[in-house]
């Protein structure tokens, strides 16, 4: 089974965002999909990176794919989805907008915030061209199962969402800068100091989602460790895990270390969380029943 | 040509009141998970649809069938089927989100209008026109994200008819990718029909405090004496950083009947109302008054004013995205 970084799902600085890929040249990682997938604005400030980070992931032999936002709605967006593939690298479409621009017949890549729910859309995305799909995360391991077997069936790698806050829900309006009292064009980037969002909590104290600009996140980071040998027996072909600010190479590790058997599931979980105290697991999308549900042991709650 | 109001029935009976008060056009469901309103007691069995198509026709009305759901793997001929049901019943159209399921809509029933239902979150020109060149989809009801100016973009750069919703609950977040509900429940609205299920709600009292809960989680707080507003996840009250309140949405529903002038400008064909869960006498009201609306602006007569204010049961309304300054 191979690893797949997913883009980075944060407003992170230039400088944050460039060492992060340097750093993750040399992480035991397959693929690496970067670029915006949130939010349109955020793209400026570290877009004139992007080919340098390419460049360095390449030469590390990782494969490198680039993300399509998430929600296209202005022309601006349209014409950033439109020139995603003058950059000669895979695309990877996270709003179907974007596959309206790939030339006919390129071979591109779905993201998991395509609605990819059944064998007929799957096989729909291959007669356009898919190579790849990463599953929404909302999918039980039944549903897994069965696109795993279309997609060998029609050539498509299935991949699944392993690690990190799990994307929930995306909107035309950006609760960062409600909060502040913003409109959404007078933002003044309020997001920028949440490197991994900002915790949304109940009036109960309870940690519960995450606030990302226009994105809703889950509290708990997924964490599909326990269902690894599941996965590999549905003939998924790849794992991702989504960046977050700290001890992500590391995180990498712990996965690989998963995957070529060298450490159990239970010491992996509890690896991750001796890391942070405050990350709270979940896998209760793949085997539970609420996607918040954990079926490991928990250090904290 | 008058802007088409397209009501909700989520029953025979509703379908029936809306059809009397003057709805041009009546969207509904069947009975199973192929419908985003999935809720116990409503919707249509295949005889009822039949009937109700047969009663709608009569009286000159149209019948739109939602199946708008995102099929489930290994299941999916439970939507097939639905979709061959709807056009053996003489439906007018059905209303689809799945691209699996309009490509088998498109392939198998060719004969059969297909919408693209609110589901399929289009929200610009090239994804529109990319439905309609791929799945012969012939109108798309908008999400609920856009302005009036950017849904006149879109129109006009698309021959695709538009349908926008005018009145009911409101969706803040991008509909159809929105797994909020099924984090906290297990249910969503994409695989189950169903968002911050009734199943999952708690009231809690606690001397004189009322907590509402939804999947074990406290989503509104307030006191006894207050009314305690249904505990859907996005409008609840939540605290990040020093902030406490509604961080998503204030607790509203849509109205944008006094819009109707500039939606119509703005090349939108049909309105539609919010609401398969509501009853017969609430559909033939609002139906009634959004019916008055558009012939009023027909005959060039001025708009009736703040007809519906007392239809939205104590809550907030709310003009939504169609007022820039929602964003």
Same mark, same amino acid.
């Given at each position: ?61 990782? *494969?490198?794919? @680039? =993300?399509?936002?998430?929600?296209? /709605? +202005? ?5 950033? !989805?439109?020139?995603?593939? $003058? ?118 104290? *309870?940690?519960? @989602? =995450?606030?990302?600009?226009?994105? /809703? +996140? ?5 964490? !599909?460790?326990?269902?690894? $040998? ?72 | ?327």
């Amino acid at each position: 089974m191979e690893l797949t970084v997913g883009p980075n799902q944060f407003f992170w600085s230039a400088e944050r965002w460039a060492s992060f890929y340097d750093a993750l040249a040399s992480a035991p990682v397959d693929r690496v999909v970067l670029g915006e997938l949130v939010c349109s604005k955020r793209l400026p400030f570290y877009q004139a990176r992007i080919p340098d980070a390419v460049a360095t992931l390449l030469e590390a032999g990782k *494969q490198v794919s @680039l =993300t399509s936002l998430a929600l296209v /709605t +202005l022309k601006r967006e349209r014409k950033q !989805a439109a020139e995603l593939s $003058d950059m000669g690298v895979e695309v990877e479409i996270n709003d179907l907008t974007a596959l309206t621009y790939l030339p006919e017949n390129a071979p591109f890549s779905v993201g998991p915030l395509v609605n990819v729910y059944n064998e007929g859309t799957l096989s729909w995305l291959a007669s356009r061209g898919a190579k790849r799909v990463c599953l929404p995360p909302e999918l039980p391991l039944g549903s897994v199962s069965v696109l795993a077997k279309a997609g060998a069936d029609l050539g498509v790698a299935i991949e699944v969402w392993g690690h990190g806050r799990v994307p929930l829900a995306i909107s035309g309006r950006c609760y960062h800068a409600r909060m502040h009292g913003r409109a959404k064009d007078n933002c003044q980037f309020a997001c920028e100091d949440d490197a991994d969002g900002l915790d949304v909590r109940t009036l109960e104290d *309870q940690p519960f @989602l =995450t606030m990302n600009g226009v994105q /809703t +996140l889950s509290d708990t980071y997924a964490c !599909a460790v326990h269902q690894i $040998d599941s996965l590999k027996e549905a003939g998924v072909t790849a794992l991702r895990l989504s960046p977050q600010s700290n001890g992500f190479v590391e995180i990498c590790q712990m996965y690989r270390d998963l995957l070529e058997g060298e450490k159990t599931a239970d010491v992996i979980a509890r690896d991750i969380q001796e890391m942070d105290e405050n990350i709270r697991l979940s896998d209760g999308f793949l085997t539970g029943d609420r996607g918040v549900d954990w079926s490991g042991h928990s250090l904290v709650r | 040509m008058v802007m088409e109001i397209v009501c909700p029935a989520g029953t025979p009976a509703a379908l029936r009141a809306a059809v009397k008060a003057g709805a041009h056009t009546v969207y509904c469901g069947f009975a199973d998970e192929t419908n985003a309103r999935n809720f116990p007691g409503l919707n249509f069995d295949r005889a009822e649809m039949r009937e109700g198509i047969a009663f709608a026709h009569a009286q000159g009305s149209k019948v739109l069938i939602a199946i708008n759901t995102f099929p489930r793997a290994g299941d999916e001929a439970i939507w097939h089927r639905a979709v061959s049901d709807a056009a053996s019943s003489g439906a007018d159209a059905v209303i689809l989100a799945d691209p699996g399921l309009l490509d088998y809509a498109a392939r198998n029933h060719p004969e059969l209008r297909r919408h693209l239902s609110v589901q399929a979150a289009a929200a610009n020109a090239d994804m529109i026109n990319f439905y309609a060149e791929t799945f012969g989809v012939k109108r798309v009801v908008l999400p609920r994200v856009l302005s009036v100016p950017e849904i006149a973009a879109i129109n006009a750069e698309t021959e695709v008819e538009t349908e926008v919703f005018v009145f009911g609950g409101l969706c803040v977040m991008a509909e159809g990718r929105c797994s909020l509900s099924s984090y906290a429940t297990g249910r969503s609205p994409n695989m189950n029909g169903v968002c911050s299920p009734a199943s999952h709600v708690e009231y809690h009292d606690d001397d004189g405090v009322l907590d509402a809960r939804l999947g074990g989680y406290t989503i509104h707080r307030v006191g006894k004496e207050d009314a305690a507003p249904y505990p859907t996840l996005c409008k609840g009250c939540f605290s990040a950083g020093d902030a406490t309140g509604h961080l998503f949405e204030d607790p509203v529903s849509l109205n944008a009947e006094q819009l109707i002038p500039q939606l119509q400008k703005a090349g939108v064909t049909a309105l539609k109302i919010e609401g398969r869960q509501r009853s017969r006498s609430y559909v033939a009201q609002v139906v009634r008054n959004f019916r008055a609306a558009v012939d009023a602006l027909e005959a060039g007569q001025p708009m009736p004013e703040g007809m519906l204010a007392r239809l939205s049961e104590g809550q907030a309304m709310t003009t939504g995205a169609y007022k820039k300054t929602w964003r």
